[in-house]
């Protein structure tokens, strides 16, 4: 499983972006997917997750400013970021678990909120 994620940038805060990433190889056992984050001197920290059943959760501070989703058909999965905050400021990854879980990481995407 290959992951590439894309989307990150600066932006002001209050501002918003949407994160992409494009999975190619063996989709067929990956039980669930999620978004990471890893802010400057700190641990990768879950920011949000959706499993192959459709279920979302995410850690409080995201909770109704970002929304995790996917694009089955085009093996996509997406997290748009609302409100966006100086304390979002991160190298964001995607990550894929299979059933058997192993963990697949994309390279980061650098996100920026700053006036």
Avoid: H
Wanted: positive net charge; contains cysteine.
């Amino acid at each position: 499983v290959q992951l590439q994620a894309s989307g990150g940038g600066l932006v002001q805060p209050g501002g918003s972006l949407r994160l992409s990433c494009a999975a190619s190889g063996n989709l067929f056992s990956i039980t669930i997917m999620g978004w990471y984050r890893q802010a400057p001197g700190k641990q990768r920290d879950l920011v949000a997750t959706i499993t192959s059943g459709g279920s979302r959760n995410y850690v409080d501070s995201v909770k109704g400013r970002f929304t995790i989703s996917r694009d089955n058909a085009n093996n996509t999965m997406y997290l748009q970021m609302n409100s966006l905050k100086p304390e979002d400021t991160a190298v964001y990854y995607c990550n894929y678990r299979n059933y058997y879980n192993l963990n697949y990481w994309g390279k980061g995407t650098l996100v920026t909120v700053s006036s």
